[in-house]
């Protein structure tokens, strides 16, 4: 074995033990990079501790984001706004920086279902992760099937509690269905314990003066609103579904049985003949 064979070897043992294996994987390729540009060996020490911490940081995003429980990874850079012109893009991006959580902001996403409600919160969501922040994805009902069965077997304060301390709870699909008194009550206090303290996410498809088919005690009604609207960034992403479009769009292009809408070069001779 060579000698830089061997110092190659004996760097991956070392960082087996030390738990650093991007040092471990990209010491030889960084090291030959660095004599081709003359860089000295401090700069390749820092390029190389860098790339273990960029590594690092990345699986501890991915670890967030899938602890997060979303159903599914959006972004903002998969969503198209030139199909809504109506949202204020610049504001979304803003948000994406984590502006928000520090001063505990809710956002609160309106609109019909299929206007990006969803995918926006998860975006922001996702950002949040990236940059660090625990984030909870639920929906409504969801969240009081899991506050109702924690109350029944006497850990809701521990349920409770969990969910004041992560750093984004977003709530989706809000006012898909009522709640009963005693839902409400749990959901209420959820909510109340983040007011101030950390921020939600919510979407919903109904306007505030609407809430009442949620929350059957009125007073109850108004106390939900208060809380979740109070410094509120407030969203809404209208009436026309950009679902509904693109399933038109497609089958425009594809044809009414789900096939390209095209014929053969055979077909074609035979209608001209």
Not at 167 to 179: A, H, S, T
Not at 221 to 244: F, M, P, Q, W
């Amino acid at each position: 074995m060579t000698s830089a064979a061997h110092g190659t070897a004996e760097i991956a043992t070392l960082c087996k033990h030390l738990k650093l294996p991007t040092v471990g994987r990209e010491a030889q390729r960084l090291a030959e990079e660095a004599r081709r540009q003359g860089i000295t060996h401090l700069k390749f020490m820092a390029q190389l501790l860098m790339a273990e911490l960029r590594e690092r940081e990345e699986r501890r995003a991915a670890r967030r984001i899938k602890e997060a429980g979303f159903p599914r990874i959006k972004t903002l850079e998969g969503f198209d706004f030139a199909k809504a012109p109506q949202l204020p893009e610049a504001r979304i991006r803003e948000l994406s920086t984590g502006t928000y959580i520090a001063r505990a902001e809710p956002i609160l996403f309106l609109g019909e279902p299929g206007t990006g409600k969803t995918h926006l919160a998860t975006a922001l969501g996702v950002a949040a992760a990236k940059d660090g922040r625990s984030v909870r994805f639920t929906t409504a009902g969801r969240l009081v099937t899991e506050l109702v069965e924690a109350k029944d077997a006497h850990q809701l304060g521990r349920i409770a509690g969990r969910l004041a301390r992560v750093d984004v709870l977003i709530l989706d699909e809000f006012g898909y269905l009522p709640f009963s008194r005693n839902d409400a009550e749990l959901l209420f206090q959820v909510l109340s314990e983040r007011q101030e303290q950390k921020p939600l996410i919510l979407t919903t498809n109904l306007p505030f003066g609407e809430w009442t088919s949620i929350f059957s005690d009125p007073r109850l009604c108004r106390a939900v609103v208060d809380r979740i609207t109070h410094k509120a960034h407030i969203i809404e992403t209208g009436s026309k579904s950009i679902r509904l479009e693109e399933a038109i769009a497609r089958t425009k292009r594809n044809g009414p049985s789900g096939t390209k809408n095209s014929t053969t070069k055979k077909e074609r001779e035979s209608d001209r003949s």
